[in-house]
C-alpha cells in the first residue's frame, strides 16, 4: 500500500467515523442544524419539527373538538383510536378504550349490521345501539369509511358516529303521542256515540265535521257520507236548515254559545221537538274555529210539562168556578135576607105583644148572623177569585178606629167585659188607606177575641212600628184575657175553614173564615198577621199594615177650651184603662191622677182638698168591686168639701135606668166605653164650662147612646126617586123612606130613572147597580152628562148588592155622591140620605163617598 | 462571536454552532466547562455561528451543528453533537 493509498484510506476511515457520529448525534436529538447539501444552505431542524407538531396539533384539535364520534378501527378489528366524543358515548376513556374490539360495545343487531357494513366501499351509515358498562344505552348512526393500505388491501375502518339517543327519543315520544291521540279521539267517539242526545261539530259554513252514532242513525248514513254536508245537504226543511245555519253563523259571530228549540219531523214521520245548545270551539288566535252542538230529544218533558201545565189550568179554572160559585150563591142567598131583615125591622117598629116582639128580634138576630156567615164566605170567595180590591181614601184613623171598637162594645159589655182602646198619641190623624178594610179586620179580631174571653178584658193597641217620609207602619195588637190558642194550633188558625178545633165551631159559631180573610187583608196591606198565645192566660193578635200620612187633610180645629192644668183623678179597678187615660189626660196637659179603687178615690180627693189643690174633675168607672161609681158618686156629693166637683162616669154596660140615676147624682156626663177620644174632651170640655158657669146643665152633657129610628125634620124631607128592580126591596126601602117622612117614586130601571127625572121634581135619587135593561152605573153617568153644564147637581146613592167587582170605585167613577150595601139596615140608609142631602146643600159640587 | 485565546496557544478550538438552538448552547456551555477544568493555562477557542458565516462552515466542510473542530495541534479532528460525552470530548482534544 502507497502512502497516498494509506492516506486516502485514513481519510476515508476518519470520514466514515464523522459519519457514524453524525447519524448517532442526529439520533440523540444533539443537532441543531444541518447544511443542506444542494443549494449549501443551513436548515435549523427545530423549527421543521415545530411545524410537524403544529399541523399534527391542529389534526388533533379538531378530531376532539368535532361533536361527533372518531373511531380508527385496524383490520385486526382493534381500536387504535377514539376521540374523546367517541369514548364519551362508548362510556369508557379514550385511552382505555385502545386496543378493544367495536364488538365489545354493541348489540346484537349491531354487530351484524357492523359486520355487514365494515367491507363496503363507500361509507353508508347505519343505526346502532352501543351497550355502555353501566348498562345503559345510546342509539348512534354509524358512518364506516374502510381504510386500504398501499397495495389495496383491507386495512381498517375509519368510523364517524353520531348520537341520536335524542332523535330517537323524541321519534318514540311523537309515537307514543300519536298513539294516544288516536286512543283519546277513539274514547271520546265512543263516548259520543253512546250517549242518546246528539252530539256534532260543524264549521263555518255549517258543514259537519263530526256526527255522533245516534245522528248518523236519525239521517241514516255513516260519518263518512255525512261529513262535508250540511243541514240543506242532509235534507233538513229549508226552514229549519236556514234556522240552524244562522245559529252557528252566530256563534261564529258572537263567540258565545246559543240555545233553541226546533220541531222537526224526523225521517220516520214522527213529530219531535227538539232542545240544542251550540258552543263556540275557540283557535289559538281567539277566533271561533268550530261550533260543538247538541241535540236533546224533549218531545217527553214537553208532553209531561203540557199535561201538567192542562192539569193546572183546568185545576185553577175550576177553582175559580167554585170561588165564582160561592159568590153568585152568596149574593143570591143575601137578597132574600135582605127582605127578612128589613121587613123584620119594620114590623119591630110596630106595636107588638112582648112575646111577638121576642120572637121577632130572634129571627133578626137569626137573619143577621146568617148574613154575616155569607159576607165572610162572599169575602172570601173574592180573595180566592183574586178580585180583592182595595179603596184608598183620606180618613181620620183615630176616629176610625174608636168609632169601630164602639161598634164592638154592646157585645164586649154584655159579657162584662172591659174594651179598651188604647192608640198611641204619635198615631197620626189623617191617613190614606182602606179604612173599610182596616176596621173589618179590627171587627174581626175584637170579634173573635170577646166570643172567646169570658171573663176579663180586651184592649186594642195603636202604635206606630215603622215611619219613612210620608210611609207609616201601623202596629195593631189585640190582647185578650180568654181561652188562649195552644202553640200547635196557632198556624192552622189563619188556615181557610179552620177553626182551633171542631169544637170550638160548634160551642162558639163562625164560619172559621174570619181570621183567613183578616190575614190575606193585612198582606193586601203590605202587612201581616200573626198571634202569641198561652192557653189558659189569653191571646195576643198582632197585624201591621202600611198606610200614607194625608198631610193634605187639616187636623179639624176643635176649639181650644183649655184643659191645661186642670187636676184630674181617674177612678178605674183596670190598670190599662186607667193607663189610658192618664195618657190621654196627660196629652191635653191635665194633671191626672189615678186611684184603683173607690175607696183610694175618696183618700185621695180628701187629701187634696185638705191641701188647698182639690181636684176639679174625677173621670170614674162605674162597675168596681166593693164600692161601684154610683157609690162613689154618692159619697163624693155627700161630702160637703167635696160636693162641687165634677164627675164623669164610665161604662161598660148600660142598665136601665142608669142615666136616670147619674141625674139624681148630679153627675156630669155619662160615656160609653171604649170612649172616644174626641167626645171625652168634649164632655169634660161642656161639664167644666157648664160648672163655671154655675148653671145646671146636666141633662145637655148626658150623651144620646141608643139610636131610634129618626124622624126628618120637616126641612130636611125629601121627595126620593127609587130606581130598583127587585119588588121586595123596592117595598123595603119605600117604606123606610116614608115613615122618615120623605116621599118616594118607584122606577124598576136606569131609563126609567133617567125618564122620571125629566118630568119629576126630584131631590135625590137611590139607584140599584143592577138593574135590567140599563144598570146604575150607566144610568148615574146619563144623569151626570145631561147635567153637565147645567150647573145642577142631584145627590145619587148607589145601592149595591155586593162588592164582587170593585163597586165602590166604579161608583164614585159613575159620578156617584154615596153608596150602600146591602142588606139595607133603616138606620143607615136614613143617616145616609140625610148627610148626603145636607152636604149637597152645603158644597153643590162635591161628592163624598 | 467571542474569540478565547489562552497564554498557552498550543490548543486551537473552533465550534460551530447555530445561533441560539438548544444543542448550540448545550455545547457551548459543555465546552466552556472542559477548557476551565483541563486546559485553562492555555487555548484559543472560536464559536462560528453557521447561520451567520455559512461560507466559513462550507469551507470547514460542516454538514451539521454543533461541530467541534480541534484545530491545532494536528491532525484535525471533529466532534458532532452537544459535547455531554466529556470523556470522548477530551479523549478528543488529548490528541489521540
Redesign the interface.
Known amino acids: 500500500m502507497t502512502a497516498s493509498e494509506e492516506r486516502s484510506t485514513r481519510d476515508l476511515v476518519r470520514r466514515l467515523g ?1 459519519a457514524e ?2 447519524i ?3 439520533l ?8 443542506d ?1 444542494r443549494n ?3 436548515v ?3 423549527k421543521a419539527q415545530e411545524a410537524l407538531r403544529a399541523s399534527e396539533d391542529r389534526y388533533r384539535r379538531i378530531v376532539e373538538t368535532t361533536s361527533e364520534g372518531v373511531w380508527l378501527i385496524d383490520a385486526g378489528n382493534k381500536t387504535t383510536f377514539m376521540n374523546h366524543r367517541m369514548a364519551q358515548m362508548l362510556g369508557c376513556d379514550a385511552e382505555v378504550g385502545v386496543g378493544r374490539s367495536p364488538f365489545e360495545f354493541l348489540d346484537e343487531a349491531g354487530r351484524a349490521a357492523l359486520a355487514a357494513h365494515a367491507q363496503w366501499p363507500e361509507p353508508h351509515p347505519f343505526e346502532v345501539r352501543f351497550i355502555r358498562a353501566d348498562g345503559t344505552s345510546v342509539w348512534a348512526l354509524f358512518g364506516a369509511t374502510p381504510v386500504f393500505d398501499n397495495t389495496g388491501g383491507y386495512d381498517g375502518l375509519l368510523a364517524m358516529v353520531m348520537d341520536i339517543t335524542d332523535r330517537k327519543q323524541a321519534a318514540e315520544a311523537l309515537e307514543g303521542l300519536s298513539q294516544r291521540t288516536e286512543r283519546r279521539e277513539r274514547m271520546l267517539t265512543t263516548m259520543l256515540s253512546s250517549i242518546s242526545d246528539f252530539a256534532y261539530i260543524c264549521d263555518r259554513e255549517g258543514r259537519f265535521l263530526f256526527a255522533n252514532q245516534p245522528l248518523l242513525n236519525l239521517w241514516g248514513i255513516t260519518l263518512e257520507e255525512a261529513v262535508g254536508k250540511n243541514f240543506f245537504d242532509l235534507g233538513y226543511p229549508d226552514d229549519l236548515a236556514e234556522q240552524l245555519q244562522r245559529q252557528v253563523q252566530e256563534v261564529f259571530e258572537m263567540k258565545k254559545g246559543v240555545t233553541g228549540e226546533t220541531f222537526y219531523t224526523n225521517p220516520a214521520g214522527l213529530n219531535a221537538c227538539y232542545e240544542y245548545i251550540f258552543s263556540p270551539v275557540f283557535g289559538g288566535d281567539g277566533t271561533v274555529e268550530f261550533v260543538v252542538g247538541f241535540t236533546r230529544d224533549v218531545t217527553e218533558r214537553k208532553r209531561a210539562a203540557e199535561a201538567w201545565r192542562t192539569a193546572k189550568d183546568a185545576a185553577e179554572a175550576a177553582n175559580q168556578a167554585k170561588s165564582e160559585f160561592l159568590a153568585n150563591m152568596s149574593h143570591e142567598i143575601r137578597t132574600p135576607i135582605n127582605g127578612v131583615i128589613g121587613m123584620t125591622e119594620l114590623v119591630l117598629d110596630t106595636d107588638l105583644t112582648f112575646e111577638q116582639r121576642d120572637y121577632l128580634t130572634t129571627a133578626k138576630v137569626s137573619a143577621e148572623s146568617l148574613l154575616t156567615i155569607i159576607n165572610d164566605i162572599l169575602d172570601f170567595s173574592k180573595i180566592e177569585a183574586g178580585r180583592l180590591e182595595l179603596v184608598p181614601v183620606s180618613f181620620h184613623l183615630q176616629e176610625s178606629i174608636e168609632e169601630t171598637m164602639r161598634a164592638m162594645a154592646f157585645p164586649a159589655h154584655e159579657k162584662d167585659l172591659e174594651l179598651l182602646c188604647d192608640i198611641k198619641s204619635e198615631v197620626p190623624c189623617y191617613v190614606i188607606g182602606d179604612s173599610v178594610r182596616i176596621r173589618q179586620i179590627i171587627i174581626n179580631l175584637v170579634g173573635n177575641s170577646i166570643k172567646f174571653t169570658e171573663r176579663g178584658q180586651v184592649e186594642l193597641e195603636v202604635a206606630i212600628e215603622a215611619q219613612e217620609g210620608d210611609e207609616l207602619r201601623l202596629h195593631f195588637i189585640v190582647s185578650d184575657t180568654g181561652i188562649g190558642i195552644p202553640p200547635e194550633k196557632q198556624k192552622l188558625i189563619f188556615e181557610a175553614f179552620s177553626q182551633a178545633d171542631s169544637s170550638t165551631t160548634r160551642r162558639f159559631g163562625g164560619t172559621g173564615l174570619g181570621l183567613t180573610i183578616s190575614s190575606r187583608l193585612a198582606e193586601a196591606m203590605r202587612g201581616k198577621i200573626w198571634v202569641e198565645s198561652e192557653p189558659g192566660k189569653g191571646s195576643h193578635f198582632h197585624f201591621t199594615i202600611c198606610l200614607e200620612i194625608d198631610h193634605q187633610a187639616l187636623a179639624p180645629s176643635t176649639e181650644e177650651v183649655p184643659l191645661a192644668g186642670i187636676p184630674v183623678l181617674v177612678v178605674d179597678d183596670n190598670f190599662t184603662n186607667r193607663r189610658i187615660l192618664k195618657e190621654m189626660f196627660w196629652m191635653w196637659q191635665m194633671k191626672p191622677t189615678e186611684a184603683a179603687s173607690a175607696q183610694e178615690a175618696l183618700t185621695h180627693l180628701r187629701r187634696a182638698s185638705e191641701r188647698g189643690h182639690p181636684f176639679a174633675l174625677v173621670v170614674a168607672d162605674v162597675q168596681m168591686p166593693e164600692m161601684d161609681g154610683f157609690d162613689l158618686a154618692g159619697r163624693i156629693k155627700d161630702t160637703p168639701n167635696l160636693a162641687d166637683v165634677v164627675i164623669l162616669m164610665l161604662t161598660s154596660g148600660e142598665k136601665r135606668g142608669d142615666i136616670e140615676r147619674c141625674r139624681g147624682m148630679g153627675v156630669s156626663a155619662y160615656l160609653m166605653k171604649p170612649v172616644r177620644r174626641a167626645e171625652l174632651r168634649d164632655a169634660i170640655t161642656k161639664a167644666m164650662r157648664a160648672r163655671s158657669l154655675g148653671g145646671n146643665e146636666n141633662e145637655q152633657a148626658l150623651p144620646v147612646s141608643q139610636v131610634a129610628l129618626r124622624v126628618a125634620s120637616e126641612s130636611l124631607r125629601s121627595r126620593i126617586l127609587l130606581a130598583e128592580d127587585n119588588v121586595v126591596n123596592q117595598r123595603l126601602a119605600a117604606r123606610i123612606l116614608e115613615k122618615a117622612g120623605h116621599s118616594v117614586l118607584i122606577v124598576s130601571n136606569g131609563r126609567e130613572a133617567i125618564a122620571a127625572l125629566q118630568c119629576e121634581t126630584i131631590d135625590l135619587v137611590l139607584m140599584d147597580v143592577q138593574m135590567p135593561e140599563m144598570d146604575g152605573f150607566e144610568a148615574a153617568r146619563a144623569i151626570r152628562k145631561d147635567e153637565a153644564g147645567r150647573k145642577k147637581h142631584i145627590p145619587i146613592i148607589a145601592m149595591t148588592a155586593h162588592a164582587m167587582t170593585g163597586d165602590r170605585g166604579r161608583c164614585i167613577a159613575a159620578g156617584m155622591d154615596g153608596y150602600i150595601t146591602k142588606p139595607i139596615r133603616a138606620h143607615d140608609l136614613l143617616s145616609l140620605v140625610e148627610n148626603t142631602m145636607a152636604s149637597d146643600a152645603k158644597v153643590a159640587d162635591s161628592s163624598p163617598v | 462571536m467571542a474569540k478565547i485565546v489562552t497564554a498557552n496557544a498550543r490548543l486551537v478550538l473552533r465550534l460551530y ?3 441560539n ?4 448552547l ?1 455545547a457551548i456551555a459543555n465546552l466552556k466547562a472542559i477548557c476551565d477544568a483541563h486546559f485553562a493555562a492555555g487555548h484559543e477557542l472560536e464559536i462560528v455561528d ?2 451567520k458565516h ?1 461560507l466559513r ?2 469551507a470547514d466542510g ?5 461541530t467541534l473542530l480541534k484545530l491545532l495541534p494536528l491532525p484535525v479532528h ?5 459535547l ?1 460525552d466529556r470523556t470522548e470530548v477530551l479523549l478528543t482534544l488529548a490528541g489521540k
Open positions: 464523522e457520529a453524525t448517532q448525534a442526529l440523540s436529538g444533539q443537532i441543531d442544524a444541518v447544511v447539501s449549501q444552505t443551513p435549523l431542524l427545530a | 454552532v447555530a445561533g438552538a438548544p444543542n448550540s448545550i453557521l447561520l455559512p462552515a462550507l460542516i454538514i451539521v451543528t454543533p471533529r466532534v458532532i453533537g452537544n455531554s
